[in-house]
């Protein structure tokens, strides 16, 4: 079994494997071999925060946004989104 993430961010547990990963505190999700969190588990830094999403829909409406490093397009089409203070 698995443990993933629903669209209100709360863990529940799978059958099937997540298709995407993110980090629990920064509320970013992406793809399952990022670099960028590749490096961050390998420092040890991400391991507690780590999670996993069934898809990119739920991802999104459980409240985490695209990863910048291996989701670009997706990202800078999320940030023009922000409004900006």
């Not at 830094?45 to 999403?53: M, P, S």
């Amino acid at each position: 079994m698995y443990t993933l993430i629903d669209s209100n961010g709360k863990a529940y547990l799978s059958k099937e494997k997540g298709i995407l990963g993110g980090h629990k505190k920064g509320k970013i999700y992406g793809n399952l071999n990022c670099k960028s969190a590749s490096r961050a588990i390998e420092k040890g830094d991400y391991k507690t925060e780590r999670v996993f999403f069934r898809d990119e829909k739920t991802a999104i409406n459980a409240g985490y946004r695209p990863c910048a490093v291996c989701m670009p397009e997706k990202y800078h089409k999320w940030k023009s989104t922000q409004t900006k203070n």
